[in-house]
């Protein structure tokens, strides 16, 4: 027989989607406060002497993987209740791009890549910096994971928008991601035990950036200056 409170005290979507944000919300801390702990040993530690400083580097860096990928599931779910902050403002292209591979010089330096920047002379853009370094990161991040040695990152105007190119030597995406790369930036698969979320999430602040009528756009190709994959962010 089937019991007729069940549906009484069964959460709401709403509800469950509080949860689970709040949720994230506390798991984002804890792993945030792990993150420093980590960054003080670092910085107080000597590479030279430490035997374990290169799997400290590591696992802060999983950290630092893992609190982008929660920070990320807030952002969707405050989007989707239309309560992000989206703040746009003008930013200089080479301060910003700096500023977020010193992040990772340590990982970089222990895992032998060769990482260049390079941002057009005096370029400044005007998009949401925490929203776009996020994108930034998952790109940074995929390409430390499948580059041979090097990676450039670069950003310039082009067609009156701003191109951020992120390549590496790797093998280059497969030709599955490349063809399914819209589909998977538009939906997310939960019952496919996969679900994109950095490309999703990536493809979602693209989309938020607009100008007139034009609006920003990703795209996942193979080939470019170092003739493996390239990830291309476009804002007008």
Avoid at 25 to 42: A, Q, R, Y
Wanted: proline share 2%; glycine share 6%; aromatic share 8%.
């Amino acid at each position: 027989m089937k019991d007729s409170n069940v549906s009484s005290v069964a959460p709401s979507a709403q509800s469950m989607a509080n949860f689970l944000a709040s949720s994230v919300h506390d798991m984002k801390n804890s792993v945030n406060m792990l993150i420093c702990g980590l960054d003080k040993v670092l910085a107080s530690a000597d590479s030279a002497k430490l035997t374990t400083y290169a799997e400290l580097v590591q696992m802060n860096h999983k950290a630092k993987h893992i609190n982008n990928n929660l920070i990320q599931l807030l952002a969707l779910y405050k989007l989707g209740q239309k309560i992000y902050p989206f703040d746009p403002q003008t930013i200089c292209l080479s301060d910003f791009l700096h500023a977020l591979v010193a992040q990772h010089s340590e990982l970089l330096k222990s895992r032998g890549i060769n990482l260049e920047v390079y941002a057009q002379s005096g370029l400044y853009w005007y998009f949401d910096e925490d929203l776009i370094s996020g994108v930034v990161e998952n790109a940074l991040s995929n390409a430390m994971r499948y580059t041979r040695c090097c990676i450039r990152i670069s950003a310039q105007k082009k067609y009156e928008k701003l191109e951020l190119r992120i390549e590496d030597n790797g093998d280059g995406y497969p030709i599955q991601v490349l063809q399914e790369s819209v589909d998977n930036m538009r939906s997310m698969d939960f019952q496919g035990g996969s679900t994109g979320l950095g490309f999703y999430f990536s493809a979602m602040v693209a989309r938020m950036h607009h100008h007139q009528e034009q609006l920003g756009e990703l795209r996942l190709e193979n080939g470019g200056s170092l003739r493996g994959a390239c990830f291309v962010l476009c804002l007008p």
